[in-house]
């Protein structure tokens, strides 16, 4: 079936290490997102990539990286410089241009120990 | 600074019952207005959406109502069941725009009691 694989879907980091989130699409999407999610602030966007070897910021890019070295993948990096890093994360992906529906991942946790 | 804001964070409804939900945003740019429906431990799946060019928009028991001069928007869930327990987030983009980024609103929790 077509979708958006995300794991690991739980993740326990020590502070000072950087963690990797994965990200694979099947639905032959060029367009991927990666959203934060937090308790009563809805979902925040860290960074897209309209197409392969191309991103952009979001709004809140600060502590994270991010690659598209495949239309299927987009990992984020969640560095030592994110100071609150524990978040539900969301991985997304659509068709570009008009009337195009964002589909969403199923979330990775991330809780810093 | 919050683009698109929603109220209420919270909402119990009686099975039966109507469920309401607001959103209003900032940028007139905005022209897609997609709501979410987020169940605990999974991503958001598209609810419904509505477009600037028409001021209601229904699809079985959920109703948007569009108000393009107030710059506002809402959800109606019609005959609400617990099934309908859920977190749901109105959304806005511009689609014109580089990216079909869209901007969420903080979320409302809905439970349906039996």
């Known amino acids: 079936d077509g979708g958006i694989t995300q794991s690991p879907k739980y993740l326990f980091r020590k502070e000072g290490q950087n963690v990797t989130l994965s990200c694979e699409q099947n639905?032959?999407?060029?367009?991927m997102y990666w959203y934060r999610q937090d308790p009563g602030q809805g979902l925040r966007l860290i960074y897209y990539?309209?197409?392969?070897?191309?991103?952009q910021k979001g709004d809140i890019a600060e502590g994270y990286s991010v690659s598209r070295e495949k239309k299927e993948s987009f990992p984020l990096t969640v560095t030592s410089a994110q100071k609150n890093p524990t978040a539900f994360y969301l991985c997304?992906?659509?068709?570009?241009?008009?009337?195009?529906?964002?589909?969403f991942g199923e979330g990775s946790w991330l809780t810093v120990v | 600074q919050q683009q698109v804001k929603q109220s209420p964070q919270s909402l119990i409804v009686q099975k039966g019952g109507i469920s309401i939900i607001n959103c209003a945003y900032e940028?007139?740019?905005?022209?897609?207005f997609p709501w979410y429906q987020q169940f605990p431990g999974k991503g958001p799946a598209l609810l419904i959406a509505?477009?600037?060019?028409?001021s209601e928009k229904k699809e079985g028991r959920f109703t948007i109502s569009f108000n393009k001069s107030a710059k506002q928007f809402s959800l109606h869930i019609m005959d609400s069941q617990p099934g309908d327990s859920a977190t749901y987030f109105c959304?806005?983009?511009?689609?014109?725009?580089?990216?079909?980024?869209?901007?969420f609103g903080g979320g409302t929790r809905v439970l349906v009691k039996p």
């Open positions: 997304a992906s659509s068709l570009p241009g008009l009337r195009n529906t964002i589909y």
């Open positions: 639905l032959n999407h060029d367009a």
């Open positions: 990539s309209q197409i392969v070897n191309d991103f």
């Open positions: 940028n007139t740019a905005f022209d897609y």
């Open positions: 509505i477009r600037p060019d028409v």
């Open positions: 959304a806005a983009s511009n689609e014109r725009a580089a990216g079909n980024k869209l901007t």
